[in-house]
């Protein structure tokens, strides 16, 4: 059964109870506490939104800051990049002696563009910038000084080694000097260019071979230029030293050079007679030739080239004398021919060698200088002096023209004609020696003369003188002499040239089928350029003329009023252009 706890002390004591609390429920909303805290939240974000214009005002500063770094590095940029184009324009030495000016002016670049920013928030972004670029703009600057540097060394390392060739070339024979040279090239190749190239001692005595073949193969050519004799000679004992190319090279000039001057001294030796008697008689062309060929082959039998040369030497120097003898001929015959025709000063027309040789020192000299079988033929001129001029005749102004149509069609023939021995008067025989010397000059002919023959080539070739050949050539001669003469009739007249169909007109009349004055009968036809001037036309010329004019006139002047008249005669008298109407 359950149990009571006892205990006879008792438990209960008295306590002390205070006033029960009596409290009234009150919100705070009642005594205004909402709006305490709408103003402490309102406080709050007035604060936030200050903080956060504060900091946009920050960022965009920043931004701004950076824009105006970014501006000013990109200018540096620039304007550095220009300093760096010019700075890698110099070459050589230049570029070595203004790279710390260049550095410099970067500094300095770098520094004015920095002041113009406009805090220093600006300037400590472009620093952080601009210094990279400027020292990779350094960087680069420091290579191209570098590499130019060492292009300087190279370049001043080898004008030393060329010139010391050049002046080897120059000076061959100057065996010290080669030696010298030859010493001063390997110093600068087996040192400075060595060591700036950075060479292997393989690359390094191929430079050296390189560079010795040079000079030898220059002093080789140089001395080929006046002794090729001994310049061969000195190829073929130092072929070794030249390498493959250096040894071709200069194996052609040597080659050339003894060439050239083999076959100049060869020439010199065949035709050694012709300094004393330019006519060259003493032998003929053919052994002179054989001569010149033995000589060379006798000197390198294997150079055909050198064989040829030295006859191809003989024959010009052969033909230069011969031609200059007969120049020499041709001016002393025009000479003596012009004071056989024209006379002395007072125009007394010599008879004898003595008053031939009496008209002036030049004749005289002439006359000295001739061979006696051209004195021979002027000796006929002389007597026909003493007998007088002759008159024209039929014959004679036929040969006239043909000689006048020689000069135009064949100058070279027409030079080796003696005019004084011609049986026509001196007055043309004047004419024909000036025009001798003419050819002479331009051997070519007039070539106003030549261009009319070429024009009228349909209107010639018809009859037979479309050109000049030995079947035509007395007729070609004497049609081209009297168109030269009649071109100059009209050039006398009209000033000017005839052209176009006033020359085809004139080269008709000349063709014009006439009668012969000798006979007349209906079969003696021939063309009018081979018409002569009967005896009595010419006689009644002269005395109607005298009598008009009170002197007579030349015959050359009757020749061609004779001309003219038959030209009235036939085509009607000539006007001057400004007598048409």
Do not use: C
């Not at 032998?283 to 002179?288: C, I, N, P, Q, S």
């Amino acid at each position: 059964m359950a149990k009571v706890p006892y205990s006879a002390v008792p438990s209960a004591e008295p306590q002390m109870v205070a006033t029960p609390d009596q409290r009234v429920s009150v919100s705070g909303a009642a005594f205004g506490a909402d709006v305490a805290n709408a103003i402490g939240h309102l406080g709050q974000t007035v604060e936030k939104a200050g903080d956060q214009m504060f900091a946009r005002a920050i960022a965009i500063q920043q931004v701004n800051n950076k824009a105006e770094a970014d501006e000013a590095d990109a200018k540096y940029m620039m304007e550095a990049g220009k300093l760096q184009a010019d700075f890698n324009s110099l070459q050589g030495k230049d570029a070595v002696d203004r790279y710390p000016h260049y550095i410099k002016s970067l500094q300095e670049l770098r520094l004015n563009v920095r002041k113009d920013l406009s805090n220093q928030a600006s300037q400590k972004m472009f620093d952080s910038a601009s210094l990279s670029t400027m020292g990779r703009t350094v960087f680069n600057g420091a290579g191209h000084a570098a590499s130019q540097n060492r292009r300087y060394v190279i370049g001043a390392s080898q004008a030393r080694i060329d010139a010391t060739t050049d002046y080897v070339r120059t000076n061959p024979r100057d065996e010290n000097a080669f030696r010298d040279g030859m010493r001063t090239m390997e110093g600068e190749v087996r040192g400075t260019q060595r060591d700036v190239n950075g060479w292997s001692p393989e690359q390094t005595e191929e430079a050296v071979s390189k560079n010795r073949s040079s000079m030898w193969s220059n002093r080789i050519a140089g001395l080929a230029r006046t002794e090729p004799f001994a310049a061969k000679k000195m190829l073929d004992e130092n072929r070794a030293a030249l390498r493959g190319e250096d040894a071709d090279r200069v194996e052609g000039v040597v080659r050339s050079n003894l060439n050239n001057v083999g076959a100049r001294n060869i020439e010199a030796e065949v035709n050694s007679d012709l300094r004393t008697d330019p006519s060259g008689r003493a032998k003929t062309l053919l052994e002179r030739q054989n001569e010149a060929r033995e000589k060379a082959k006798a000197i390198d039998p294997d150079n055909v080239v050198f064989q040829d040369m030295a006859v191809q030497r003989v024959l010009a120097g052969y033909n230069q004398s011969i031609q200059a003898k007969r120049d020499l001929d041709l001016d002393n015959i025009n000479t003596i021919s012009e004071a056989l025709m024209k006379g002395g000063p007072g125009g007394k027309l010599p008879t004898t060698v003595d008053e031939l040789t009496a008209v002036s020192p030049q004749v005289a000299s002439a006359w000295e200088e001739l061979e006696p079988s051209k004195q021979r033929s002027f000796m006929r001129a002389l007597s026909q002096n003493a007998k007088g001029d002759v008159a024209w005749t039929q014959a004679g102004l036929k040969r006239y023209q043909q000689l006048v149509g020689m000069a135009q069609s064949s100058p070279d023939e027409f030079l080796d004609v003696d005019v004084t021995a011609e049986n026509i008067p001196n007055s043309a025989k004047v004419r024909l020696v000036g025009q001798q010397a003419k050819a002479k000059a331009a051997p070519e002919g007039d070539p106003r003369v030549r261009q009319a023959m070429s024009t009228l080539l349909p209107l010639l070739g018809p009859v037979g003188l479309g050109s000049r050949t030995t079947q035509n050539q007395a007729d070609y001669d004497q049609f081209v002499g009297a168109l030269a003469d009649q071109m100059h009739e009209y050039e006398d007249v009209f000033k000017k040239r005839p052209q176009g169909k006033d020359l085809q007109d004139m080269a008709g009349r000349l063709l014009q089928q006439m009668h012969s004055p000798e006979f007349m009968l209906p079969w003696s036809k021939d063309y009018m350029y081979k018409m002569p001037i009967p005896d009595e036309v010419l006689t009644r010329a002269k005395t109607e003329f005298k009598a008009k004019n009170g002197y007579e006139p030349s015959d050359d002047a009757i020749r061609r009023e004779y001309i003219r008249q038959q030209y009235q005669k036939l085509y009607g008298k000539p006007q001057r252009p400004e007598a048409k109407s």
